[in-house]
Nanobody, 116 residues
Framework: QGQLVESGGGLVQAGGSLRLSCAAS????????MYWYRQAPGKERESVAV????????NFADSVKGRFTISRDNTKNTVYLQMNSLKPEDTAVYYC?????????WGQGTQVTVSS
């Protein structure tokens, strides 16, 4: 049984930075693609960033390109989301997700609030 736990969220002023972490436990996720999603109040959950199992390929939503980076350390079973130049519209609950085939794991989410 795998588990994902996000951390690193908080309150930051516009233009600031945060680094989210997603620590996996219970199983090895090195063969899983890892995603960061976010959900703002009243909006649907959206994919923000994805990194391949090896870490060699990444992709980002247009809204965060050039500001966010995603990385992973398979030796630590951890995925990171570095968020720079944060904007108020980045305010949301951020979720970590692991996918392999039809198998999905979700974390409980961490709140990110960006004040203007």
């Amino acid at each position: 049984q795998g588990q994902l736990v996000e951390s690193g969220g908080g309150l930051v002023q516009a233009g600031g930075s945060l680094r989210l972490s997603c620590a996996a436990s219970g199983r090895t996720f090195s063969s899983y693609a890892m995603y960061w999603y976010r959900q703002a109040p009243g909006k649907e959950r959206e994919s923000v960033a994805v990194i391949s199992s090896s870490g060699g390929s990444t992709n980002f939503a247009d809204s965060v390109k050039g500001r966010f980076t995603i990385s992973r350390d398979n030796t630590k079973n951890t995925v990171y989301l570095q968020m720079n130049s944060l904007k108020p519209e980045d305010t949301a609950v951020y979720y970590c997700n692991a996918q392999r085939g039809s198998t999905n794991y979700w974390g409980q989410g961490t709140q990110v609030t960006v004040s203007s």
